[in-house]
């Protein structure tokens, strides 16, 4: 690399930093994408239509297609809720991962692998980002660039934002591990097309354990916010259990999972944050990697604004327009998750409740499309009763 000034530098190369550089360079700007590769984030993999329609994302990434939920309290009642019409992706993120960034310098961004370390200012006053290039493994040296914007997209313990932006320290997290394992073959408790989530305390206190197909491997992991709680054990207990103890390990992954958004993406200045470093990870759900590619184009878009007319308030864009499109899903989904899975009574009574074709439908339509369904009112009115009951005692969970 011999450029020394950009219009941005985007650090960190996951699904949200990638579409920002790959948005960014379509639109004519110089963009650095500095990652630093070699990481692999514990993931269940799942990417809905509404992201591969948008993100147009080609088939040969897609390892497995989902066309089933199976729901499991802990009592083992096992609630099948069927894709009608569709199916949810299964990518791996490795590749998947690889592959937006690829897309991003095919268009013209600047890979560069490397560890950010600090920004400075020039004597003019703009920003210049150091960081520890690695084009080897074995031969690392310090260098910088200047830039008039930065973008913050290096994970849910974001160094740009603890450096950069105040109230970073202002989110929660679950702790996620997961295990990829080979598929077994032939096997009479593996379904390659259905994802199986388990509500069990003594798999998570308060959140899931989960078993995802991914074509010739399969995800199995699980996650909590107390770190007295032992996930790797966890995911053993949850391999025993769907009979996967068995299965070679390919692999371990662990990482911290952002669940609130924060309260302020921007210095101000000439700084931005994106994806899990702005805190956009679906509570309850866990789902990171629509709501980090959506979070990653409206980052591009507030920042072309900015780099076009040199008004900060344009920063501010990007979290302004996610928490309208995306703000009541999250504060729902957030209810959900501190009232059904804070105890295994409760999870029994939230898989019962899953029982229920309206439930299911309405639920499938908004994950799939990523919009809140309105058009059937009498069915949230019915849901509404049903849950009712059920927090009330009055509907029977066996």
Same mark, same amino acid.
């Given at each position: ?213 991914? @074509? $010739?491997?399969?995800? /199995?992991?699980?996650? +909590?916010?107390?770190? &007295?709680?032992?996930?790797?054990? %966890?995911? #053993? !207990? ?36 994106? @994806? $899990?470093?702005?805190? /956009?990870?679906?509570? +309850?759900?866990?789902? &990171?990697?629509?709501?980090?590619? %959506?979070? #990653? !184009? ?101």
């Amino acid at each position: 690399m011999t450029e020394d000034n950009f219009d941005a530098v985007v650090i960190g190369g996951g699904p949200a930093g990638a579409t920002t550089a790959d948005d960014l360079a379509q639109k004519g700007w110089r963009v650095l994408l500095l990652d630093r590769g070699g990481r692999i984030k514990p993931c269940g993999g799942a990417i809905p239509p509404r992201l591969i329609k948008d993100f147009e994302i080609p088939d040969h990434l897609l390892v497995a297609r989902a066309r089933c939920a199976r729901m499991i309290s802990p009592s083992d009642n096992r609630v099948d809720i069927p894709i009608e019409n569709g199916f949810v992706g299964m990518v791996n993120r490795d590749a998947f991962d690889e592959w937006l960034r690829e897309r991003a310098r095919s268009h013209g961004a600047v890979r560069q692998r490397g560890t950010f370390e600090r920004v400075s200012r020039d004597a003019d006053g703009m920003a210049r980002v150091h960081f520890q290039a690695r084009p080897s493994k074995d031969d690392p040296y310090e260098t910088s660039v200047r830039a008039r914007l930065i973008v913050g997209a290096d994970g849910a313990r974001s160094e740009v934002a603890r450096q950069c932006v105040e109230g970073a320290e202002k989110t929660r997290y679950v702790f996620a591990y997961h295990e990829i394992i080979s598929a077994p073959q032939a096997s009479s408790t593996h379904d390659p097309e259905r994802c199986d989530v388990y509500y069990r305390g003594t798999l998570s206190p308060d959140f899931y354990g989960w078993v995802f197909p991914h @074509g $010739d491997t399969m995800s /199995v992991g699980t996650g +909590s916010a107390d770190k &007295g709680f032992s996930l790797r054990n %966890a995911v #053993g !207990r949850l391999r025993e259990t769907a009979g996967l103890q068995g299965a070679a390990t390919l692999r371990r992954e662990g990482a911290p999972i952002p669940l609130k958004p924060l309260p302020r993406w921007d210095n101000g200045r000439d700084v931005m944050l994106c @994806g $899990d470093a702005a805190g /956009v990870v679906a509570p +309850s759900s866990g789902e &990171g990697i629509y709501y980090a590619m %959506a979070c #990653g !184009r409206m980052t591009a878009d507030a920042a072309h604004r900015f780099l076009e007319t040199g008004q900060v308030a344009a920063l501010k864009a990007a979290r302004k327009q996610f928490m309208k499109e995306h703000g009541k899903v999250f504060w729902v989904l957030g209810i959900m998750q501190y009232f059904w899975y804070s105890s295994d009574r409760r999870r029994e009574k939230f898989v019962k409740i899953c029982e229920d074709k309206d439930v299911q439908q309405l639920t499938f339509e908004s994950y799939m499309n990523k919009v809140l369904v309105r058009k059937k009112p009498m069915a949230h009115v019915r849901i509404f009763f049903k849950d009712l009951g059920h927090l009330l005692g009055f509907a029977r969970t066996s």
